[in-house]
């Protein structure tokens, strides 16, 4: 059964933290990580099952604090990390930590027990990315097309790259670059992109955005005032190497050309309120996702800065001489950005959207009321990509 309606899953805590399940490319699932200050926090592992409509949950325990960011291996479906909370000597610490979920749950194909909330399984400890000479960790990016072994982790004004070994039991610190200049300069979030071999990563703090490269850990890029007010996220066109957007406090969304800097090539002004999260489809790179404190979650569809900015072309034998004619002036047009549809199931700040790694037309959003709901791309439009 196929239909664009959204399935809503109400989680009782409150959360920011979502991730698809990276590994998995046969089953659709996301790992929501929640924010409670009185209970121990959770991992919830959602499973959509596509043909009934329907969400099979599975909770795993995460004892040691709220979490703030969660990420997946590329290359393990039973590895992730997760940056949270921790209290020591009434200082708040913000850690991270590389864990591993029980085998029977990671691969996302299973069902879940009635009562799932019951038999809450508890994570693995795998290693600690040991960050006490480096401040609060904000993000863990992995490598994204490697074997699950390359980390790098943001932490306040530190980027540090670390190589996970013995089975992702330890965590050796390989190399770092720290932010030079005047004030408290910290990190709000990084991208690692999946071209140049994995060489580059993107970082935003207060209102710039910077390039690295990973092996020199040298800056190779950097757009100051890319936003008016801090930057909340960035994301890589997966088709497209040079290719950046970012969002942020100025509810604006922005797509960069890494090699010409100076000014945005194209800015999306649909949000009302600070923009939390902009995601690329992985497939479709016309299709951007946005989420805002504005309680929307917004579909774009951003064709002229895509890989198939005239549309597809259509095969010449099909076509009579006055459609020839009409088609080539057709194909010579750039297609129109539009926005596709706003979606307004949340009721509190959206802090997270994806696209998930399964199925290119599904995508969840979470507000922080512990809200998530999963969607899919109007079916309209998925036929008018695909045909």
Excluded at 28 to 53: A, C, K, M, P
Excluded at 347 to 357: H, K, L, R
Aim: charged residues 25%; aromatic residues 8%; negative net charge.
């Amino acid at each position: 059964m196929e239909d664009d309606a959204p399935v809503i899953y109400g989680l009782e805590f409150q959360a920011r933290a979502l991730t698809p399940q990276t590994a998995e490319t046969d089953a659709i699932r996301f790992l929501v990580g929640t924010q409670s200050l009185r209970y121990d926090n959770q991992i919830h592992i959602i499973d959509f099952d596509d043909e009934n409509n329907i969400i099979n949950k599975n909770v795993l325990l995460h004892q040691v604090g709220e979490i703030w960011h969660i990420s997946t291996s590329p290359a393990d479906k039973g590895v992730l990390a997760t940056c949270y909370n921790k209290t020591s000597d009434s200082k708040v610490m913000t850690c991270a930590a590389v864990w591993r979920m029980p085998k029977e749950l990671e691969s996302g194909s299973h069902e879940s027990p009635d009562d799932s909330s019951s038999n809450a399984q508890t994570l693995e400890l795998l290693c600690h990315l040991d960050n006490t000479a480096h401040g609060n960790m904000a993000c863990v990016m992995w490598e994204p097309m490697g074997d699950g072994k390359k980390i790098i982790s943001l932490a306040d004004n530190n980027i540090l790259m670390w190589d996970l070994q013995e089975s992702s039991a330890k965590a050796v610190l390989s190399s770092s670059a720290a932010l030079e200049g005047k004030g408290q300069l910290k990190f709000t979030s990084g991208r690692w992109s999946p071209h140049h071999n994995c060489t580059q990563i993107a970082t935003a703090n207060d209102t710039t955005v910077r390039g690295w490269d990973t092996r020199s850990m040298r800056q190779i890029y950097c757009i100051e005032n890319a936003h008016g007010q801090l930057v909340r996220d960035l994301d890589f066109n997966p088709n497209k190497q040079y290719y950046l957007a970012s969002c942020g406090d100025d509810c604006k969304v922005k797509f960069w050309d890494t090699r010409n800097v100076a000014e945005p090539v194209k800015t999306l002004e649909e949000h009302s309120h600070w923009v939390w999260n902009v995601r690329y489809n992985h497939s479709h790179d016309q299709l951007i996702l946005t989420g805002s404190s504005d309680s929307r979650v917004i579909l774009s569809n951003m064709v002229s800065i895509s890989s198939e900015p005239f549309g597809h072309m259509v095969d010449d034998d099909e076509l009579s001489d006055q459609e020839d004619q009409h088609q080539e002036e057709k194909i010579k047009e750039p297609l129109q950005d539009s926005v596709i549809a706003t979606y307004e199931e949340h009721e509190d700040s959206v802090y997270a959207v994806e696209w998930s790694s399964a199925d290119p037309w599904l995508f969840a959003s979470l507000s922080y009321d512990g809200r998530l709901v999963i969607n899919r791309v109007p079916r309209a439009l998925k036929y008018h990509i695909l045909l």
